[in-house]
């Protein structure tokens, strides 16, 4: 599915957004006919409510929308969203009552509001058209929404159908699209070409673990890479996973899916950087060959790491992709991840962690997630513990004893795979919507990637 607006020629039907304080105002100013249907269909201009209004034809001559108290108005965002949800099939314009600097977010969320998961359905179809304000950049929203659901298509596809090998063939197909280098490194092929971990973590599925490498753009731009977990589905290996645990792990290769979402941003927006992506693809399984607890992996960067729990599969694939990214000392590294529970004990799905040693990098960041309406909070990399990571056998565990601080453990874990990039930063994100909101359909979510788009185009373009 393609988020689309309506064409700029289009005759369009106009929205007036209007505060709840100011509807009294507001109608006060307008005919006695418009006075009544408002009153009587009980309008009150509560946030995300909407009243057609009729000519004297019958037909829809201006939409109201409520657009509730300020207060209300910045808690969820979106909210142009809920409009576009309520309205009947047909082609809409924004009327009066937006600010200028509102435009572009309720464009946006117009767009992402027409996501729909239907590869399994027969589809529908009733959607409420857009046609765009002069002042915003349609273009470079379709460009937007379109990576987001790419992310979100590729998350809610179920692993049966998003195995390593489908994963492989969407990447592939992205890099195609937009004329870069693609190299998989599969199988075996993976222990001779020195990615251990990778291999050792999916070597018990039925489809051959792999590292995903995607190259694009000009040698002498700055180097930005993306690395994404790609876990296809997670059973926990042979420390089992619960139920209850198991039952949301088709999403385990969110990471994957953001990276190539926000990949197909940079790509399609032509930014002047030198992207690479790597997503490790593999499924954590079990059969007689899985990899075990207490086994000790020895990693591509030759740090040895004792399994204390093969649940914390995440850390491992990622570890050599990490490892394997610092190598050519790129500017940027964005490790995107599914990585761990703690992260949404400590923050609830809604607002992935960040991780990175750079104040200013961190900055950047928080500035871009409220800008961009795109949720994350800073996390410590704490150095006081880092001797919890390090067990009596070998030089890291993936799974201290005690489980305090999960997802700062992890990140720190990460963190020791990376030394010469200019700039690391570490998203432990939930990739999941568990309840619908305005702009945001239950399923697969597309965390952090508009914000760290705003990152890289003020940094590197
Ligand atoms: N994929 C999970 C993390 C996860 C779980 C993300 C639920 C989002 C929702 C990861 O591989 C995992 O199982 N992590 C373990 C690590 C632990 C064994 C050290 C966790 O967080 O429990
Ligand atoms: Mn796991
Ligand atoms: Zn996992």
């Known amino acids: 599915m393609r988020p689309k607006f309506a064409g700029k020629t289009q005759k369009a039907i106009p929205i007036d957004f209007i505060a709840s304080d100011r509807l009294k105002t507001w109608l006060k100013t307008k005919p006695k006919t418009l006075q009544a249907w408002v009153n009587s269909s009980g309008f009150t ?4 409510q909407v009243l057609t209004v009729p000519n004297a034809q019958g037909k829809i001559e201006k ?3 409520g657009w509730g108290a300020e207060n209300t108005r910045v808690r969820g965002r979106y909210w142009a969203a809920s ?7 047909g082609v809409y314009e924004f009327g009066t009552g937006l600010k200028k600097s509102e435009l572009e977010e309720a464009s946006l ?3 992402l ?10 589809k529908s179809g009733a959607v409420a058209m857009l046609k765009p304000a002069k002042d915003v950049n349609a273009k470079r929203l379709e460009i937007l929404a ?8 590729l998350i809610n596809v179920p692993a049966s159908d998003m195995g390593p090998e489908a994963l492989e063939t969407a990447f592939r197909k992205l890099g195609k699209d937009y004329e870069a280098k693609v190299l998989v490194t599969k199988g075996a092929a993976l222990l001779k070409k020195n990615f251990p971990m990778i291999h050792a973590v999916g070597r018990a599925s039925d489809q051959a673990p792999r590292l995903l490498d995607m190259v694009w753009g000009k040698a002498n731009h700055p180097k930005v890479t993306l690395v994404g977990k790609g876990v296809c589905f997670d059973t926990g290996g042979l420390n089992i996973k619960p139920g209850s645990s198991m039952g949301l792990m088709k999403k385990d290769m969110g990471g994957s899916a953001t990276a190539m979402g926000l990949a197909h941003m940079i790509m399609a927006l032509k930014l002047k950087v030198r992207l690479r992506v790597l997503v490790p693809a593999v499924e954590n399984s079990i059969s007689a060959g899985a990899f075990r607890p207490q086994d000790v992996l020895t990693s591509r960067k030759g740090l040895t790491v004792e399994v204390n729990n093969t649940d914390a599969e995440g850390r491992l694939v990622l570890a050599d992709a990490l490892a394997y990214a610092d190598e050519e000392k790129p500017d940027f590294i ?3 991840a599914t990585l761990t529970g703690a992260a949404r004990v400590a923050l609830g799905p809604d607002v992935p962690p960040f991780f990175t040693d750079s104040d200013k990098l961190a900055a950047e960041i928080s500035k871009a997630a409220k800008n961009q309406a795109d949720p994350l909070w800073r996390l410590p990399l704490w150095d006081p513990y880092e001797p919890v990571i390090e067990p009596d056998v070998a030089d890291l565990d993936n799974a201290p004893a005690g489980g305090f601080g999960g997802a700062i453990m992890a990140a720190l874990f990460l963190r020791r795979f990376v030394e010469d990039a200019v700039d690391f930063v570490h998203l432990d994100l939930y990739g999941w919507t568990p ?3 305005p702009g945001r359909a239950k399923g697969g979510a597309c965390q952090s990637a508009r914000a760290m788009l705003q990152v890289i185009e003020d940094r590197y373009v």
């Open 45 to 48: 201009a509560a946030l995300g």
């Open 63 to 65: 939409v109201l929308a």
């Open 83 to 89: 409009v576009a949800a309520k309205l009947p099939k």
């Open 109 to 111: 969320s117009w767009l």
């Open 113 to 122: 509001a027409q996501y729909a998961f239907d590869h399994y359905k027969v």
């Open 146 to 153: 379109m990576g987001e659901f790419l992310t979100r298509d």
């Open 334 to 336: 964005a490790c995107m």
């Open 435 to 437: 309840v619908a909101k």
